[in-house]
């Protein structure tokens, strides 16, 4: 098999990803065990043949991907088929692999689809390189439909390290989240959410498995154009607490919108009339929800950063546009 290929990327898919789960799920029928099995691993080999590039023999710990020039990139995987469920009817739990609850017989199931990808700084060292890798690489399995639990996606983003979404986040987690958190658990990113697409996620690669086990490649590097996901309008974050009123009237002013609305979702649908009417470019309007998000939480730690991520992070504030 040759990297960078389509054959080579269904036949990884094939060999680690359709007969590993279902060898998984037949015992997991037997001993009743988890169905889930170290998907991140597989992950990493997936976007070696995606992207052409090996690997620097790393596991939890390295540089996962070896790019030209020195470069390298870190790769997450989030994995949200195999988990377990729960009966909506008698409340016993269930297997991925389960049509009807094995306790009552019902098909009235809830599917759980709350995995996310982990971001890991344990410490100020960590910190000081959490921007070295060129890109982060995002795979996500998940369900296509997630009530029927059929039909799989496999998904791979690309981030830059440097994007204003991405870095300034890293930042306000590890001093605003993990500070005050006693487990210091890592950074959880979920997929879909608002802090996910103002990290500029671009999508790379994308095939679907279906129920029979075919593989049907839709994006792949060098064959179709990658695909910059678009954010949703703001009204569909006026419930987010962190996206407040005073942050929007700030974005309102950049735009030079004047008498902003006094109601936060009356002002979030002003300002995206606005952009549309007036051809604003969104992802102008991406990178100041990114920076008004994160910006107020981090602009007193910035000039305390270690020497090396302050370069970084000031050269990122000086070609904001």
């Not at 690669?205 to 075919?214: F, G, H, L, R, V």
Request: proline share 4%.
């Amino acid at each position: 098999m040759t990297l960078g290929t389509i054959e080579a990327s269904e036949m990884l898919i094939r060999e680690l990803y359709i007969d590993l789960r279902g060898k998984v799920n037949s015992w997991a029928s037997i001993t009743n065990q988890t169905a889930q099995a170290r998907m991140g691993y597989v992950g990493q080999h997936l976007v070696s043949v995606a992207t052409g590039y090996k690997g620097g023999k790393s596991g939890a710990r390295g540089k996962d991907l070896l790019l030209p020039n020195n470069e390298y990139a870190e790769i997450k995987t989030c994995y949200r088929v195999d988990q377990l469920g729960r009966c909506n009817k008698c409340g016993a739990q269930t297997a991925s692999i389960e049509v009807v609850c094995s306790s009552c017989g019902s098909s009235d199931i809830h599917r759980n689809d709350d995995s996310k990808w982990l971001i890991g700084i344990r410490n100020d060292d960590e910190l000081d390189i959490i921007l070295d890798p060129k890109y982060y690489y995002l795979v996500l399995f998940d369900f296509v439909n997630i009530t029927d639990s059929t039909d799989i996606n496999a998904s791979i983003w690309r981030v830059d390290s440097k994007n204003v979404g991405f870095a300034f986040c890293m930042i306000d987690y590890y001093f605003n989240i993990r500070a005050k958190s006693k487990s210091h658990a890592p950074f959880n990113m979920w997929p879909y959410q608002l802090k996910f697409y103002l990290m500029k996620p671009i999508l790379i690669y994308k095939a679907i498995i279906t129920a029979d086990n075919k593989i049907k490649t839709i994006i792949f590097p060098g064959k179709q154009e990658p695909v910059l996901e678009p954010m949703a309008p703001l009204t569909d974050y006026t419930r987010s607490t962190n996206l407040t009123y005073d942050k929007l009237v700030n974005i309102s002013k950049i735009l030079k919108i004047t008498s902003p609305a006094t109601d936060k979702t009356a002002l979030a649908i002003q300002i995206e009339k606005f952009v549309s009417t007036s051809k604003h470019d969104r992802e102008i309007l991406r990178e100041q929800v990114a920076k008004e998000l994160y910006y107020d939480h981090i602009k007193n730690i910035i000039p305390n950063l270690p020497q090396h991520l302050k370069s970084q992070v000031l050269k990122i504030l000086k070609d904001l546009r």
